[in-house]
């Protein structure tokens, strides 16, 4: 029950994150690796860090699903994600726009035939097994945190632990202008833990081999 409960919650939030972004939209890698100028400042070199307003370092999205870099970047663009540098960013983009960083995000530094193990081999310990049980996350993110149910959804694993922690605050987040986030289903999911509990479960995901990178743009190498 638990799990379906789940499952129709992922579909609703799906629906509610893709309605309002233009239908028949398709992405275009090729014309999207000549949009990310504001993109690679930060996304394009390892182990940069944002300052503001907290520090740590900026997401790998090289690898990430489509859908999910879209669904982020529209959130942005509406204001329901709250960081100031990239709601200035999402600001001007057109749909257009967003489907083509999306599309060429989504498959940049993708290694063709390449596939992860159906779950981590890294095994939780008990307390943090407490914790993703409680929050049922791999109903929704996958066993091995990189299938997402739902391709709005965002692949996990391997992400930068001080990145997962900040975002999972932020859906805790209330009238801050600064920071903060939206989804209704996240912010009741991540207001279950405190902010330890949250950094366990960050950590976690992070450790566990995943398909996100950050790919250098030649100019940074």
Do not use: W
């Not at 001007?92 to 596939?115: C, F, H, K, R």
């Amino acid at each position: 029950m638990n799990k379906l409960f789940t499952t129709i919650f992922a579909v609703a939030v799906s629906f509610a994150t893709t309605s309002g972004f233009a239908q028949g939209i398709t992405g275009d890698a090729k014309a999207g690796a000549t949009k990310n100028t504001m993109c690679m400042g930060c996304h394009g070199i390892k182990g940069y860090q944002t300052t503001f307003p907290e520090v740590y370092k900026v997401p790998m999205i090289s690898g990430q699903g489509a859908k999910y870099i879209m669904a982020a970047l529209s959130e942005y663009r509406k204001g329901e994600r709250k960081h100031p540098t990239m709601r200035g960013i999402a600001g001007p983009l057109t749909d257009q726009d967003i489907a083509d960083l999306a599309a060429y995000y989504s498959t940049n530094g993708v290694v063709p035939g390449a596939e992860l193990p159906a779950k981590p081999a890294r095994e939780p310990g008990a307390e943090v097994q407490a914790l993703l049980n409680k929050a049922n996350c791999t109903s929704c993110h996958g066993a091995n945190f990189s299938s997402p149910i739902d391709p709005t959804y965002p692949k996990l694993a391997g992400q930068h632990a001080d990145y997962l922690f900040v975002a999972l605050k932020a859906y805790k987040t209330d009238g801050n202008p600064m920071v903060g986030r939206g989804n209704p289903i996240m912010g009741g999911m991540a207001r279950q833990f405190t902010n330890a509990e949250l950094k366990l479960l960050a950590n976690y995901v992070s450790s566990l081999q995943g398909e996100l990178k950050v790919v250098p743009e030649s100019r940074f190498r």
